[in-house]
């Protein structure tokens, strides 16, 4: 089924909720590079089917292909390991230690010594560079001795970021990155993700329409857990069928 330039696809995926179908035969594809939203008004099923993706729900139906492997039973961490990481809800973010530190604890996930926190500083500091890298690739560092809890709520995201991307992953998930920001948070977080999304594959939930013009290759809107329609934002934006699903529904 992999054609090679789809880094994840999904056959016939669907789930439901005692009689309730929430997502209904979904084929979604997501091509190596892009980034890609996933749109539509509220109770659309856009939540239900990333859930699905990054196995947060079980499918009651169909598969979920990952560089052309079946991860449909896969663990959450063993898709992780594979390089397709959730941004948001698997970063830890430990809001009493520095910003430094939060991002040296996500590099030691990924060595596997996530849990030894009683070794030395000196025996970290190998990791420190790494970390200031990950810090500077994300507008933090003059902010690297500060407490994670400090931070104003934008930039906690992009610290976030920061520890995700100590995963390195191929491909990166964002639930609503800009979800509840200030006009210049979603500026700066918009800037952000363009930057990091250079070499990897973005897929995104995305209420900020504004967001996913400027940051989407190709756009998936969904209705009623059904695909609707996909095309680029200025496609899908003229489409009668997409007007008439947001009409008077918000940017939900």
């Known amino acids: 089924m992999a054609s090679g330039e789809f880094v994840l696809e999904t056959d016939d995926l669907s789930k439901e909720f005692k009689g309730f179908f929430a997502v209904r035969g979904v084929n979604l594809r997501v091509r190596k590079g892009d980034v890609h939203a996933l749109i539509g008004p509220n109770g659309a099923g856009k939540t239900t089917v990333f859930n699905l993706l990054t196995k947060f729900l079980t499918p009651t139906s169909g598969r979920i292909l990952y560089k052309g492997e079946d991860i449909t039973r896969t663990s959450p961490a063993d898709i992780a390991r594979k390089g397709m990481v959730r941004s948001f809800q698997i970063s830890a973010v430990f809001p009493h230690l520095s910003l430094l530190e939060n991002v040296r604890i996500a590099l030691q996930r990924e060595l596997g010594t996530s849990f030894h926190f009683w070794k030395s500083d000196a025996s970290l500091a190998a990791l420190n560079d790494r970390a ?104 899908v934006s003229k489409m009668p069928e997409v007007i008439s699903a947001y009409l008077g529904t918000g940017n939900g």
């Open 132 to 235: 200031e890298v990950l810090l500077d690739a994300v507008g933090l560092t003059e902010f690297r001795s500060h407490m994670a809890g400090d931070l104003p709520y934008g930039r906690k995201r992009a610290l976030e970021i920061a520890t995700t991307l100590a995963l390195d992953p191929e491909m990166l998930l964002l639930d609503e990155p800009t979800a509840g920001m200030t006009h210049e948070d979603i500026v700066r977080i918009t800037e952000l993700i363009g930057k990091v999304a250079q070499n990897r594959t973005v897929l995104m939930v995305e209420h900020n329409l504004s967001v996913v013009s400027n940051l989407s290759n190709i756009i998936t809107v969904l209705q009623r857990g059904e695909i609707l329609a996909e095309g680029s934002y200025d496609e």
